[in-house]
């Protein structure tokens, strides 16, 4: 069974500050993506990384996929209060089941204005 | 809008009566997923679907319920003699193949068995 540790579970920080939040497994993943989901909305997808290593930025976001594809971080800069939500990370198997995702139970971040 | 849509929102059933859910995927997707998310967890896998047939179901999916996708468009996800462990959002999802797994997902169903 793959699993995905999220950490930290909660995360109140200031405007402006920086965050980083981590999702780590000791499975290897083909793909992980990362979701951002408000109270009594769906998932909304932020963004997929693919290749071992690899960095994505979205404005003030980053992303990076560990080398092993066993983890990944996102990286929030000058924080506002409209990245409040519950941020997801989803790994994607490789061979049989491989179109499952497996989330972590997320890190909930509120910025406080 | 031509997301994901899923119908109802909201729905409040007593324990032991019958529920439907409807979901509409992303319209050249042709692959569509259930998922069920309760209070402090992330999605848990239900059921997938590529086109009409039901390619994987989870053990999380007992046999009181049921998925069907006629015509490989939208989906409908039924819960028989619905319990109170049941309450939780269904979320539905679509990809389309050849793109990996990035799926789509609607803004759920939240369902609440009193």
């Known amino acids: 069974t793959q699993l995905l540790e999220q950490s930290p579970q909660f995360l109140s920080i200031q405007e402006g500050e920086n965050l980083t939040v981590y999702c780590n497994s000791s499975?290897?993943?083909?793909?992980l993506q990362w979701y951002r989901q408000e109270p009594g909305e769906g998932p909304v997808l932020l963004v997929t990384?693919?290749?071992?290593?690899e960095v994505k930025k979205l404005k003030r976001l980053t992303f990076q996929f560990g080398d092993a594809r066993k983890d990944s971080s996102l990286h929030i800069t000058a924080a506002q209060p409209g990245d409040t939500g519950l941020y997801l990370c989803?790994?994607?198997?490789?061979?049989?089941?491989?179109?499952?995702?497996?989330f972590g139970k997320g890190t909930k971040l509120s910025v406080i204005p | 809008d031509t997301g994901v849509s899923q119908n109802p929102r909201h729905k409040i059933t007593k324990r032991g009566q019958n529920v439907t859910f409807r979901c509409d995927p992303i319209?050249?997707?042709?692959?569509l997923y259930w998922y069920r998310q309760t209070l402090g967890q992330g999605p848990e896998f239900l059921t997938y679907?590529?086109?009409?047939?039901?390619?994987?179901k989870s053990r999380l999916l007992s046999d009181r319920f049921s998925a069907e996708r006629p015509k490989g468009s939208f989906s409908t996800l039924e819960i028989q003699r619905t319990e109170q462990g049941d309450s939780a959002m269904y979320l539905c999802?679509?990809?389309?193949?050849?793109?990996?797994?990035?799926?789509?997902f609607g803004q759920g169903t939240r369902l609440t068995v009193v």
């Open positions: 999802a679509s990809s389309l193949r050849g793109t990996g797994t990035e799926a789509f």
């Open positions: 499975s290897v993943f083909s793909s």
């Open positions: 990384v693919v290749t071992g290593g």
């Open positions: 989803a790994g994607a198997g490789s061979g049989a089941g491989s179109y499952q995702l497996t």
């Open positions: 319209s050249e997707h042709n692959r």
């Open positions: 679907f590529q086109n009409e047939a039901q390619l994987e």
